[in-house]
């Protein structure tokens, strides 16, 4: 029969062993490749993160081991795959105030264990929020025209933009990857239908704009033509009036020139080609008479020879009777 002092002994050879298994088991341990671990002292986060392998550290108590996975994660807003019929459907308000539903996935990833493990109670509660507050402000200062159509990718680059700088100011070790709009439509078939309406009346408008447009260049195109057309006649038409006028004027100073050096020759001569001028078909007969002889002219006769001009010799009183026989005969033709 064993004693007190045996008893005692064994049970102090059991603790020891006890004590000793724990340190020896909780003394090391292993991080995977796709792993990352924070050791914790006394329920303080160390800085850094442990790399992948075989590690040894205090016993517990002394030190912890937390280890979270370096993959990246998605978090479903508005739709999730594996429980669609208890999904929440979100709606928001457009910035020309229409309603609309809208489904966002965001890729994120752990990249601060400690501030993941110790800032927040749930962390994945506070991306869920931020994604929200996100999509619903940048959807709220969009069109749904935008929304709808070919605004998508700006609309996911503003909500990155803005999740992004939430998570920083949060605090809570997540990075955010990207993000991912899945679904944008109308809440239901009465509105969807209304929206078509206005979407078909719009492109009706913007059909007929264009065409108007198109008229209105074409006859802004014409009108152009003609204008320049004007123009460019004009110019020739200034041009050859420029030039008229200055042989007038060179024609003019070479007249007076030809006055200045012999005035009668010159007189004579203007005389001859404004009678030619004027009576361009008529028989002109130039004679140089004193008034005291008649002189006759076969006016009446259609002759193309033109008699000279009669001088002071001894026919002198027949060219009066021609002159005086003229003058009736012009008297009487008139």
Known sequence: MMTLKQIYSWIGIVVAVVVLGLFAATSWYTVD??????????????????????????????????????????????????????????????????????????????????KYLFNSDDPQQVLYNATSASLRSIIGSSTIDDALTDGKAEIENEVLDLLVSLMEDYEVGIAIQDVKLQEVDLPNEEVRQAFMKVTDARETMNTKKNEADKYRNEIYEEAQGEKDAIISRAEGNKIERIEIARGNVAEFNALYDAYDSNPDITR??????????????????????????????????????TLPPATESSDSNQSENNTEDSEEENNNDR
């Open 33 to 114: 490749e796709s792993e990352q671990a924070v050791l914790i002292t006394f329920g303080k986060a160390e800085e850094g993160t442990t790399e992948p392998g075989l590690h040894f550290k205090l016993p517990w108590p002394i030190q912890t081991v937390e280890t979270l996975s370096k993959e990246t994660f998605s978090l479903n807003f508005g739709y999730d795959p594996e429980q669609a019929e208890n999904a929440d459907v979100v709606r928001m308000i457009t910035g020309d105030e229409n309603i609309l539903q809208a489904d966002l996935v965001v890729q994120w990833k752990i990249i601060e264990p400690s």
């Open 268 to 305: 004579q001569r203007l005389v001859l080609e404004t009678l030619d001028e004027v009576l361009p078909d008529a028989n002109i007969y130039i004679m140089n008479d004193d008034g005291n002889t008649l002189k006759y002219l076969p006016l009446g006769e259609n002759t193309s020879t």
